[in-house]
């Protein structure tokens, strides 16, 4: 049973380029999470997506990020017109479906360098 | 206001010898979840332990456990025979209601762990 699997590992962009970020969940899961991690913080909650629905967006700046979580295929956070501040790693976590508690299970995550 | 609170920043622990590791956090909410992560320097987040608001015992996972105080809204993780490879970053996490609908996690701000040989 694959864990949670995030590619690229590693992202190079120059300011003004897009990054895509993707995130395939566990096998059963159905609950996506984006945590984003700056240099020598803790991770921030960002987004947090069911099949086809954004639940709770409330951690996401407001302008050039969006995230989306298809039918099929795996989670996208997008981060458009890269500036040096979006450097950081971004990580995925998911879940099952109504469980009761318990770990989000995270992938390895996505080292963003802007430059 | 802080949510959860790690006031170590690091910590020295020689090897073989017990660590106990702060974490303190506020909600109103009667029914929270309460989580420690372990991230080595190769950046990778591991689970290590989960303790529920209405878990009667403390949570035990190996040699990690879960000192839960719940009037004093403390959740300090404690170490058994510190060994090398527990060098890492540790944090501390909420979730906030119950869960079964999913909730985001709300993490401190971690306490880096040194073991001395």
């Known amino acids: 049973n694959a864990g949670v699997m995030q590619n690229p590992r590693h992202l190079v962009r120059r300011r003004g380029q897009e990054a895509r970020l993707r995130c395939s969940p566990m096998?059963?899961?159905?609950?996506v999470y984006w945590y984003r991690q700056l240099p020598e913080e803790g991770l921030k909650f960002m987004v947090y997506?069911?099949?086809?629905?954004?639940?709770?967006e409330s951690g996401m700046p407001k302008e050039r990020f969006s995230a989306e979580f298809p039918k099929e295929g795996p989670s996208i956070l997008r981060i458009q017109q890269v500036v040096r501040g979006d450097s950081a790693a971004y990580f995925c976590?998911?879940?099952?479906?109504?469980?009761?508690?318990?770990?989000?299970?995270f992938g390895p995550g996505t080292r963003l360098t802007v430059l | 206001a802080q949510k959860i609170t790690q006031t170590q920043p690091g910590m020295f622990v020689q090897e073989k010898e017990a660590v106990t590791l702060d974490c303190t956090y506020d909600?109103?909410?009667?029914?929270?979840?309460l989580f420690w992560y372990k991230q080595p320097s190769s950046g990778e987040m591991i689970f290590l332990i989960y303790?529920?608001?209405?878990?009667?015992q403390n949570a035990t996972e190996g040699r990690y456990s879960l000192n839960f105080q719940k009037a004093r809204k403390s959740a300090n993780l404690v170490i058994s025979a510190s060994q090398l490879g527990d060098s890492a970053m540790y944090f501390c996490?909420?979730?906030?209601?119950?869960?079964?609908?999913?909730?985001?996690?709300?993490f401190g701000a971690g306490t880096i762990l040194r073991v001395k040989s």
């Open positions: 976590a998911s879940s099952p479906p109504m469980r009761r508690g318990h770990e989000q299970f």
């Open positions: 096998k059963g899961h159905s609950h």
């Open positions: 997506l069911q099949k086809e629905n954004i639940i709770d």
């Open positions: 909600t109103s909410d009667p029914s929270y979840g």
């Open positions: 303790q529920g608001s209405y878990d009667q």
């Open positions: 996490a909420m979730r906030e209601g119950p869960g079964e609908y999913g909730n985001k996690l709300v």
